[in-house]
């Protein structure tokens, strides 16, 4: 099973790894009423271009939020292709480690060759601590860790990728991931066994995992796993006006929230500001937002944590059937997800859950007596006795009975047809010799 799962290419849904599929068909983006940026003032100085270009901090509530809490005591795991040293992430990285097997031990050294900067780009948009107060990039949970965790995302390996997710995945919650972000798709709806018991124990653990949707651009025409597994909040991808975005972003009912996918900043591998696209960007503007939450309510379980930035969601409206495929719930709003009060609490995750669905459709293993346990035997009641023969002499013999029913019944039927057959036969010789004695004429 995870040696063909493994032979399944997965894509960085960046925009920057095709895959080789059929040209995806064209995405029509209903008309829909985007909320409008909002109309409060930055609490930050607006005169670096980066801090500029970073358009979602102000209209997605992020600033807003930040006059709660920045994520300080939460620690988001990057599972991608590892996060470099750039200045902007000096300080931010608590602990790390590879499992592609040619990364570096603490994750800090990126995987592969075409997509080498994904980690760092997802982690700098997460938790990215800027240059200085006012310049360069700053991570939506600027306050928060991140865990460095290096994969072979779209790179040879001579470790399955399945296995490695399902490693790094139980590695990040042992070591205190609060959030985790998953910025990759399979194109494919099912997922490798092995993911089962990785992606339940972080729900078991009280983490929100947070997976991007996966982009058009890239050949993924609707959600994939990780995205479809029950319980992970996926993201979907706009444009800086809010509209589903047709190249950097899909469609599925699997979708929880939107955030923006084109038009992003990240730092690359070298501490570039680059600019990029993709819901690989918008999954860990949603995991800072995660982050934030968790720092300003600290009471709340995993569950309630994606109840809240579901419910605060700003609504798309005029979309059709096709507007909650796009857009899940709605625009996300940090300030909302952070500060708003009257919310509900709630018993399940409403996203789903994994360990139902894995009752329902895997099969059942047989239970194993735990090590040491005997296994009682079962008890049969004893069969009832055997009733006592009716003669206890030999068969050879004649019984009582054989001779009441069998012999009598015999004779008395016999017995007149021997008489019987002897009066005809002594009846036809005395006419057969009154014949021979009559004389012929």
Same mark, same amino acid.
């Given at each position: ?114 997509? &080498? ?31 460095? &965790? ?292």
């Amino acid at each position: 099973m995870i040696r063909r799962a493994a032979a399944v290419l997965l894509a960085l849904v960046a925009g920057s790894l095709v895959l080789p599929a059929a040209a995806p068909a064209a995405l029509a983006v209903p008309a829909v009423s985007a909320p409008t940026p909002s109309a409060s003032p930055s609490p930050t100085p607006t005169g670096d271009p980066v801090r500029l270009a970073e358009y979602w901090l102000k209209d997605y509530g992020i600033e807003e939020a930040w006059k709660t809490t920045k994520g300080a005591g939460q620690r988001i795991a990057v599972i991608d292709t590892g996060v470099a040293h750039v200045p902007e992430l000096d300080g931010a990285v608590a602990d790390g480690t590879d499992f592609s097997g040619v990364g570096a031990p603490d994750g800090r050294t990126p995987v592969g060759v075409k997509d &080498i900067n994904h980690g760092t780009l997802v982690a700098s948009v997460a938790v990215g601590r800027g240059t200085g107060p006012d310049t360069g990039m700053i991570g939506v949970a600027p306050e928060a860790d991140v865990l460095a &965790i290096s994969t072979s995302l779209g790179a040879a390996a001579s470790v399955p990728i399945t296995k490695q997710i399902a490693e790094a995945m139980k590695w990040a919650v042992d070591h205190g991931a609060t959030v985790i972000n998953l910025s990759f798709t399979t194109n494919t709806l099912t997922w490798d066994q092995s993911w089962d018991d990785a992606f339940q124990y972080a729900f078991d653990h009280d983490v929100v995992v947070v997976v991007a949707a996966g982009n058009r651009g890239s050949g993924t025409k609707s959600v994939g796993a990780p995205a479809t597994i029950p319980g992970v909040l996926t993201v979907a991808g706009v444009d800086p006006k809010g509209v589903a975005s047709e190249r950097s972003s899909t469609q599925g009912i699997t979708i929880g929230v939107a955030a923006p996918s084109e038009d992003l900043r990240g730092v690359d591998k070298d501490g570039k500001v680059i600019s990029w696209d993709g819901t690989s960007g918008a999954a860990p503007i949603v995991a800072g937002i995660v982050a934030l939450v968790r720092a300003a309510h600290p009471d709340l379980d995993a569950n309630n944590v994606i109840n809240r930035i579901l419910v605060t969601a700003k609504p798309v409206t005029g979309g059709g059937n096709l507007t909650q495929a796009l857009y899940g719930h709605g625009l996300v709003d940090a300030n909302a997800a952070v500060n708003a009060t009257g919310i509900a609490s709630v018993d399940e995750n409403p996203m789903g859950s994994l360990k139902d669905w894995v009752k329902l459709y895997r099969r059942a293993a047989a239970p194993t007596p735990t090590p040491g346990q005997s296994v009682a035997p079962v008890e049969i009641e004893p069969l009832p006795a055997a009733d006592p023969p009716l003669n206890g002499g030999t068969p050879l013999l004649p019984s009582r009975d054989s001779i009441l029913y069998g012999t009598v019944p015999l004779i008395a039927v016999t017995l007149p047809g021997i008489l019987v057959v002897l009066g005809v036969t002594a009846a036809a010789r005395s006419i057969r010799s009154a014949r021979s004695r009559t004389p012929s004429k």
